[in-house]
């Protein structure tokens, strides 16, 4: 197991190469002194996993649905790769979201058969149980500061402020907009994705709902998205 502490500099590198690579509006982040002091609290974990048997037959021995092996089902080889790593985890993150919802941050699947899960404060020994008993690796991010209720409010709010701002401009008929938080780029993004039928409606868009604010530890990215979409998306 190896433990590492979260830099707010990395992260915030991170979100604006992201930034810059799609040719985005970034809005205004936390200043240097508070990222740092919200990612010095970050400890992020690599769990290795149990090393479960990976020969033809004991991966055809496990059992996928109780009762049922491997074996007995016809799955393709994406089913099969979808039943072996992401049933598991994602069954584990729905007990974990249920059973320990104040702690509980948000998770995501990333390349490369990773996993992370993210926790407000410590993660509770029972959490860390369920995802063991996966046998599968997987990433922690402990220290957060918010739960994932925290960050759909956060996200609404933002949200909120996006159908102001496009109502204001009378622009509700020819830009559309997707709100959706972000982990992956860093703990508390949330992205906006500003659509249209043309790239002016989308630009006029853009200008319209310029950055939207958001206290710290959240951070907002604004992108220019692609064909209409008249629906806020989490």
Same mark, same amino acid.
């Given at each position: 197991m190896r433990t590492a502490a979260a830099r707010g500099s990395r992260a915030g590198a991170i979100l604006a190469t992201a930034a810059l690579s799609l040719g985005v509006a970034l809005a205004p982040t936390p200043g240097p002194s508070e990222a740092a002091e919200a990612? =010095?609290? $970050?400890? &992020?974990?690599?769990h290795a996993g149990t090393g479960l048997a990976s020969d033809d037959e004991s991966v055809m021995a496990r059992e996928i649905y109780p009762g049922?092996?491997? !074996? /007995? @089902?016809?799955?393709? !080889? %994406?089913? %099969?790769? $979808? #039943? @072996?790593? %992401? *049933?598991? @985890?994602?069954?584990? !993150?729905? &007990?974990? /979201?249920t059973e320990f919802a104040e702690d509980y941050a948000y998770c995501y699947f990333g390349e490369s058969r990773t996993f992370t899960m993210g926790f407000t404060g410590d993660a509770p020994a029972g959490a860390i149980a369920v995802l063991d008993a996966t046998g599968l690796p997987y990433t922690t991010v402990e220290g957060l500061g918010v739960s994932a209720t925290?960050? %759909?409010? #956060? !996200?609404? #709010? &933002?949200? *909120?402020? &996006?159908?102001? =701002?496009l109502d204001e401009a009378g622009l509700r008929s020819t830009a559309g907009f997707a709100v959706a938080s972000d982990p992956m780029i860093e703990p508390g993004a949330i992205v906006v994705s500003i659509t249209g039928d043309d790239a002016a409606s989308r630009r006029a868009g853009m200008a319209a709902v310029g950055t939207p604010s958001i206290s710290a530890p959240f951070s907002v990215t604004v992108i220019e998205g692609g064909g209409m979409v008249r629906v806020a998306a989490f």
């Open positions: 990612a =010095a609290a $970050w400890r &992020v974990t690599e049922h092996t491997l !074996a /007995e @089902l016809d799955y393709s !080889a %994406q089913e %099969q790769e $979808w #039943a @072996l790593y %992401q *049933k598991p @985890l994602g069954d584990a !993150a729905s &007990v974990i /979201e925290e960050y %759909q409010a #956060a !996200a609404d #709010a &933002v949200m *909120k402020q &996006v159908i102001e =701002a």
